[in-house]
T-cell receptor, first 114, second 111 residues
Framework: QKEVEQNSGPLSVPEGAIASLNCTYSDRGSQSFFWYRQYSGKSPELIMSIYSNGDKEDGRFTAQLNKASQYVSLLIRDSQPSDSATYLCAVNKRSGGGADGLTFGKGTHLIIQP | NAGVTQTPKFRILKIGQSMTLQCTQDMNHNYMYWYRQDPGMGLKLIYYSVGAGITDKGEVPNGYNVSRSTTEDFPLRLELAAPSQTSVYFC??????????FGPGTRLTVT
């Protein structure tokens, strides 16, 4: 059973539009949720973290979390060609109170068309 | 701050050889992690550490070993390299359970 699921895309969005990326997770005990951006051949770069239900905004990015429905989303407003990348959703299970790593989805490939 | 640094950037190994991937962070983070990323796949956790002298297995630990003698360093050891270990390896660090920051990665090919 996949634990973190994302649509692999590619998701094509015109420049200036809103890009909407979605992610669902299976473990109801998940506590922390992250979005990473990864350019081809580069390492993941953290762009948003969210820990409680609702919306969190940072510049052109908005993360949305709904724990009851077990989904987290990322909105990118005024999309730019430089936003073209793979976006990874990651979840921290924090099982038993101990530390463990992030569980990643396979990523959504986003293409912003000029 | 340099953040998380990894060496080498690239390496080609022959089957059966061994090597150590180095990872250093200067953010005074207590938690450190090793992930591998295969093409078209998400990152998989190999090992993690919550502090000097404390390490634990992640999802895919077979064929790897780690040690954590200092807060800054978290080397990953590959013994008896196999083609299945061809991957990109990322080290990351965090302050407790919070945001993880990744190094630039090591691209390893085993032939």
């Amino acid at each position: 059973q996949k634990e973190v699921e994302q649509n692999s895309g590619p998701l094509s969005v015109p420049e200036g539009a809103i890009a909407s990326l979605n992610c669902t997770y299976s473990d109801r005990g998940s506590q922390s949720f992250f979005w990473y951006r990864q350019y081809s051949g580069k390492s993941p770069e953290l762009i948003m973290s969210i820990y409680s239900n609702g919306d969190k905004e940072d510049g052109r990015f908005t993360a949305q979390l709904n724990k009851a429905s077990q989904y987290v989303s990322l909105l990118i407003r005024d999309s730019q060609p430089s936003d073209s990348a793979t976006y990874l959703c990651a979840v921290n299970k924090r099982s038993g109170g101990g530390a463990d790593g992030l569980t990643f989805g396979k990523g959504t490939h986003l293409i912003i068309q000029p | 701050n340099a953040g998380v640094t990894q060496t080498p950037k690239f390496r080609i190994l022959k089957i059966g050889q061994s090597m150590t991937l180095q990872c250093t962070q200067d953010m005074n983070h207590n938690y450190m992690y090793w992930y591998r990323q295969d093409p078209g796949m998400g990152l998989k956790l190999i090992y993690y550490s919550v502090g000097a002298g404390i390490t634990d297995k992640g999802e895919v630990p077979n064929g790897y070993n780690v040690s954590r003698s200092t807060t800054e360093d978290f080397p990953l050891r590959l013994e008896l390299a196999a083609p299945s270990q061809t991957s990109v390896y990322f080290c990351a660090s965090s302050f407790r359970y919070y945001e993880q920051y990744f190094g630039p990665g090591t691209r390893l090919t085993v032939t």
